[in-house]
T-cell receptor
Framework: DQQVKQNSPSLSVQEGRISILNCDYT??????FLWYKKYPAEGPTFLIS?????DKNEDGRFTVFLNKSAKHLSLHIVPSQPGDSAVYFC??????????FGPGTRLSVLP | NAGVTQTPKFRVLKTGQSMTLLCAQD?????MYWYRQDPGMGLRLIHY???????AKGEVPDGYNVSRLKKQNFLLGLESAAPSQTSVYFC?????????????FGDGTRLSIL
């Protein structure tokens, strides 16, 4: 039973448009959420995070939104670039410094 | 600036063989983790360590053992490899002094068990 869900296995977006990646979680005790980006044959790299006391965090082209009542997280990428094509993982902190990851969404940004 | 280094990058084993995967980090991080990634399942935690000399079980620990004799190294062992352990293994580390820190990952070890 997955505690962190990413219901879209893949997403295609035109270059310059907005990419929206979604993540749902089941445990209301999660207090810290992260997005990682993964290219083929590489490890995941940290992209952006948000604490449960906030509802938005922005870093350049990347913005993460948190809706605690809906237990929903989203990552917005504006504008999308071909180099953003990768697998994106949503993760949530369970306790201490342990995290649970979603299955990932493969984003393809088309030129 | 190496970060997290995993060796080997690829390995093919026969069922029943044993092997050890090595993870080394140069960031003086307290926490270290071993994950496996399988299609459609994200990253699942095998074992983790909160400091030198400590280890603990994660979500899928069966068939694996770990050791953290030195702060910078975290070893993952397979005593008797099984085909179900075919996967990509990722090591990660995180600092322990400040909360809300992300994990830093190695580039993975692709392991095939025949």
């Amino acid at each position: 039973d997955q505690q962190v869900k990413q219901n879209s296995p893949s997403l295609s977006v035109q270059e310059g448009r907005i990419s929206i990646l979604n993540c749902d979680y089941t445990n209301s005790m999660f207090d810290y959420f992260l997005w990682y980006k993964k290219y083929p044959a590489e490890g995941p790299t940290f992209l952006i995070s948000i604490s449960s006391i906030k509802d938005k965090n922005e870093d350049g082209r990347f913005t993460v939104f948190l809706n605690k009542s809906a237990k929903h997280l989203s990552l917005h990428i504006v504008p999308s670039q071909p180099g953003d094509s990768a697998v994106y993982f949503c993760a949530a902190r369970t306790w201490g410094q342990n995290f649970v990851f979603g299955p990932g969404t493969r984003l393809s940004v088309l030129p | 600036n190496a970060g997290v280094t995993q060796t080997p990058k690829f390995r093919v084993l026969k069922t029943g063989q044993s092997m050890t995967l090595l993870c080394a980090q140069d960031m003086n991080h307290e926490y270290m983790y071993w994950y496996r990634q399988d299609p459609g399942m994200g990253l699942r935690l095998i074992h983790y360590s909160v400091g030198e000399g400590t280890t603990a079980k994660g979500e899928v620990p069966d068939g694996y053992n770990v050791s953290r004799l030195k702060k910078q190294n975290f070893l993952l062992g397979l005593e008797s490899a099984a085909p179900s352990q075919t996967s990509v293994y990722f090591c990660a580390s995180a600092g322990g002094e400040v909360s809300n820190q992300p994990q830093h990952f190695g580039d993975g070890t692709r392991l095939s068990i025949l």
